[in-house]
């Protein structure tokens, strides 16, 4: 079988990540990486091995034998690199969410369709053991009717004020809750209908960050199933053990499912600080559900499938947090679709 040649649009950590995984799949080959920044372009291609390096991401996208490619951006510059990838015929692995806004989702969704792409947004979490438990377990009816969830996903400070140098681009629902609101909506199988949110903004603002500290939302999806989504990016980083703290919760009317990240984790007492051992790595190899869902979009490729988590459901993710910030803005509740 013809090996799948792959290149990565963005140099960064993540983008690495990618270029790490695709290495250690069989029957794919990293031929080529593209960033703006030389110096975070040359390191990357070092370590991964890549033989094509561009600054210039249209010239990579011109080269015939690529058949796709990752793009690791920050999530407000999605529309451009999807565009261009996909008006050259390459197939596209985008990290989530699909993008900052509807109007550029939609552009988005539109030129993947009539170039006939495959496209895969990276909601990674879906190839998680215990998400994956808790959607079987809805499947075989073992909570009974699904009523209700109650999902946070909550950042360090650290995230918002130096890890991301765009963070007033976004927000913690749009970062953060788009991973829970693709969950939910993958347990249940079910559309949003109504969004209700509120949102505060101090801490950030403060610091010269102009988004959102906390974020609530009520979303209401067919049948009168509910979910309430919270994100922030205000945890204090030098008192929490990790960038993230995450929880998931599906009520049903025999049963109630509970994923609490922190939990699976290894934890460390040591001399510098309690903190959660790094995980996902076995052996020296990504073994976690990164790997999986990379794996998977290759998979995809391969057997010439849908991928799950495509531009449609990444329409409908941005869609819902769109809502959820016209909703602060207006204090009102939004009927979904929006109009």
Not at 45 to 66: C, H, N, Q, S, V
């Amino acid at each position: 079988m013809k090996d799948i040649v792959v290149g990565i649009i963005g140099a960064g950590n993540i983008g690495v990540v990618h270029g790490r995984i695709y290495n250690d799949l069989n029957n794919v080959r990293l031929k080529a990486i593209a960033d703006i920044n030389p110096e975070a372009l040359q390191a990357a291609a070092k370590e991964l091995g890549a033989a094509d390096t561009y600054t210039d991401y249209r010239k990579m996208l011109a080269d015939p034998e690529i058949d796709a490619v990752s793009i690791v951006t920050p999530d407000f510059m999605h529309r451009e690199f999807v565009a261009a990838a996909a008006e050259a015929g390459k197939h596209i692995l985008v990290e989530k969410p699909l993008a900052t806004t509807l109007s550029d989702a939609k552009a988005m969704a539109g030129v993947v369709k009539k170039n006939n792409v495959k496209l895969m947004v990276n909601y990674n979490a879906r190839w998680k053991s215990s998400y994956w438990g808790v959607k079987k377990a809805i499947a075989e009816g073992k909570i009974g009717k699904v009523v209700s969830a109650n999902a946070r996903k909550d950042d360090t400070i650290f995230v918002a004020t130096q890890l991301l140098k765009w963070a007033d681009k976004s927000s913690p629902a749009m970062f953060l809750s788009t991973h829970d609101i693709d969950a939910v909506k993958w347990f249940i199988d079910k559309k949003a209908v109504e969004v209700y949110a509120t949102g505060q903004k101090e801490v950030l603002s403060a610091k010269g960050v102009d988004t959102y500290d906390v974020i609530q939302a009520i979303v209401t999806f067919e049948d009168g199933f509910t979910a309430t989504f919270q994100s922030s990016w205000i945890y204090p980083s030098k008192g929490f053990p990790s960038l993230v703290d995450s929880f998931i919760q599906v009520i049903g009317s025999e049963g109630t499912l509970i994923v609490d990240r922190n939990r699976q984790d290894v934890e460390m007492c040591l001399a510098d600080g309690y903190k959660y051992m790094p995980k996902g790595e076995v052996f020296g190899k990504n073994r976690a559900e990164f790997r999986l869902a990379i794996e998977y979009f290759i998979d995809c490729i391969v057997e010439d499938k849908q991928p799950i988590s495509d531009v449609e459901n990444g329409c409908e993710i941005v869609e819902i947090v769109e809502a959820i910030h016209k909703s602060i803005e207006t204090g009102k509740a939004v009927k979904l679709p929006l109009v």
